[in-house]
């Protein structure tokens, strides 16, 4: 699909899947036209016998008894690559979430995903190199609703992020011919709409409908037998 990003973020039993760690929680929402569409990927993941990291579970809250009964890598991993298709994939800090992706591929015995990979840290830290370019941060910046977000979760990161990314690129603003690179359209079918708006051509103006001869006698008698001593004779 023409224009279609996803924006992706995963949750891990700890922060080195050099030694060992898993990814536990995918979650994927997709942009068309630089507007969040509602449709996402999410699951969580059973990560065998590695154990969830204390530190980590103090950020997102996922027990290993929560996935114990949750699928293996193995059924998750296949239908995430259906959903993100080619399209290319938003991530922030994509390094950490590639390097795990990359790593549960490998144990798969799977090929490297082939998408394009946008790193939205990256982006913000060129953008504001003396800011804080945090997920929470680039929100707080850009006035984005936090308040659903009680502790680190794939989902709503993703969620998050979408938006971020429409904001970091000021993709929410509609170009209405200002200099080339100021803003891009919010969508393609709001673009088409404003510019049908614009250049749509002006129908000629209607021929005046004139009063026959007849009409205008009838006109007369009706005012003559009707209407007596008419207010506007006054000002004739």
Known sequence: MK???????????????VDGDRVIEIGCVEIVGNMVTGNYFHMFVNPGRRKVDPEAFRVHGISDEFLRDKPPMSKVM???????????????NAPFDMGFINAELAQLKMDQLPN??????????????????????????FGIDTSKRVTHGAHIDAELLANVYIHLLELNQLNFG???????????A???LVSNSLYRPVRPARPALLPTA???????????????????????
Request: proline share 5%.
């Open 78 to 92: 296949p239908k995430f690559i259906e959903f993100i298709g080619d399209s290319p994939m938003v991530i922030h």
């Open 190 to 192: 709001v673009a088409a």
């Open 214 to 236: 007849a009409e205008l006698a009838a006109h007369a008698a009706f005012l003559a037998k009707k209407i007596k001593s008419p207010v506007w004779a006054k000002f004739s």
């Open 178 to 188: 200002g200099k080339s690179g100021d803003s891009q359209p919010i969508n393609t």
């Open 3 to 17: 224009d279609r990003v996803i924006a992706m973020d995963t949750e891990t039993t700890g922060l080195k899947h």
């Open 116 to 141: 394009q990979i946008i790193d939205s840290l990256t982006i913000a830290r060129k953008q504001y190199p003396n800011a804080r370019n945090t997920l929470d941060g680039l929100c707080g910046r």
